[in-house]
C-alpha cells in the first residue's frame, strides 16, 4: 500500500497563508539542505517531497486547486514538474559545487628604513613558484597591510581569484628613528664646540649634510633640518617631514696636564671653587697613604 502523502504546506514548514516570497523562500532552504549530495541518507526521499510540495505551492492555479481538493492523482502531470523542479536545483548546485574562489596569500615583506622611506618595487616568490612585483608607496609605515586584489590564488571553475595580503615589516635603522614623517637622530659634539661653536657634518636620509651649532649649545638642544624627513609621497616636489638632531656633549675622561689646567682656569674665572688645585690634590693623597 502507497504511503499516504503528507500535507504540502507541512512539508515546507509554511503556514497556509505564507506568501510566495517566503514559500520560495522556505522551499531554497530546505533544498539545499536535503539535496541528495548535501544530505544522502535517505536516498533523496526527503528532497523530492521538498520539490513535490513546491512545484504545487509555487504555481497559482496548482495551489488553488491544492487548497480545495488536496493532492492530485500522479497521472495529472504533477510528477512531470516535479522531476522538472528537481533538475533545476541540481544543475544550479552542481554549478555552484564546482566553481571556487581562489585563497588568499599572505606574505611578509621586509623593507629597510630607506626603502620604506622613498619606496621601492620589490620583487617576491609567491607558494604557487609565480613571481610578482609589489609596488611600495614613500612614506610606508612599519605594519601596514597592503592588499593586492585579484592577486592570490587562480579560482577552479571560472570563480574569481584570492587576493594577496603583503604585511609590511621596516627594519630598525642603526642610528634614524621615525616619528610621522620626521626623522629623529643624535650628534655628538665636544664641550669646546658646544662652548665656542662648530659647523659639523650630520648624516641625513641624503647623506650628509652641514648644520651649524651655535656657541654656548646646551647637552640636548634640539635642531631642525627641514625637508630630510619622511617624503608624503611620491615625487621631487612632494612634501617631506624634517630630521631633528638631539645634540650630546662628548665630556673627555682623560686630560692632559695643559688642558686640565685651562679647564680649571675657566672654572675659576666662572667663580666655581668645586675646582681642586692639582697641587692640593697630591697632597692630599700622600696624606692618605701614610695614614694607611
Not at 522551499?27 to 536535503?34: I, N, P, S
Not at 586584489?149 to 574569481?160: D, V, W
Not at 629623529?184 to 649634510?209: K, Y
Amino acid at each position: 500500500m502507497a504511503r499516504r502523502k503528507r500535507d504540502y504546506y507541512a512539508v515546507l514548514g509554511v503556514a497556509r497563508d505564507a506568501s510566495e516570497t517566503d514559500i520560495k523562500r522556505t522551499f531554497r532552504e530546505l533544498a539545499r539542505k536535503h539535496h541528495p549530495d548535501m544530505s544522502p541518507t535517505d536516498g533523496g526521499e526527503r528532497f523530492r517531497e521538498i520539490n513535490e510540495a513546491y512545484a504545487v505551492l509555487s504555481d497559482r492555479e496548482s495551489r488553488a486547486r491544492y487548497d480545495r481538493w488536496g493532492h492530485a492523482d500522479e497521472s495529472s502531470g504533477l510528477s512531470a514538474v516535479v522531476d522538472a523542479a528537481q533538475q533545476m536545483i541540481n544543475d544550479v548546485l552542481r554549478g555552484r559545487k564546482g566553481k571556487q574562489k581562489g585563497k588568499d596569500i599572505r606574505y611578509t615583506l621586509e623593507l629597510t628604513f630607506e626603502e620604506a622611506a622613498f619606496g621601492v618595487e620589490k620583487k617576491i616568490s609567491l607558494p604557487d613558484m609565480r613571481d610578482y612585483t609589489v609596488v611600495i608607496s614613500p612614506g610606508t609605515k612599519d605594519g601596514t597591510l597592503k592588499t593586492e586584489r585579484g592577486s592570490g590564488e587562480p579560482g577552479k571553475g571560472g570563480a574569481a581569484a584570492g587576493d594577496l595580503h603583503v604585511l609590511v615589516r621596516v627594519a630598525d635603522h642603526a642610528t634614524f628613528r621615525r616619528e610621522g614623517h620626521d626623522v629623529h637622530s643624535a650628534r655628538a659634539i665636544s664641550f669646546a664646540q658646544a662652548a665656542l661653536g662648530a659647523v659639523v657634518d650630520v648624516d641625513t636620509l641624503d647623506g650628509p649634510v652641514k648644520m651649524r651649532v651655535p656657541e654656548g649649545t646646551q647637552p640636548g638642544a634640539v635642531f631642525r633640518i627641514r625637508n630630510r624627513g619622511i617624503p608624503h609621497a611620491a615625487g621631487k616636489t612632494a612634501p617631506r617631514g624634517d630630521h631633528l638632531v638631539t645634540v650630546q656633549v662628548e665630556v673627555p675622561t682623560e686630560l692632559t696636564a695643559r688642558q686640565r689646567e685651562l679647564i680649571e682656569e675657566l672654572g675659576q674665572s666662572a667663580g666655581e671653587t668645586a675646582v681642586a688645585p692639582r697641587k692640593q690634590r697630591l697632597l692630599d693623597r700622600v696624606r692618605s697613604l701614610l695614614d694607611e
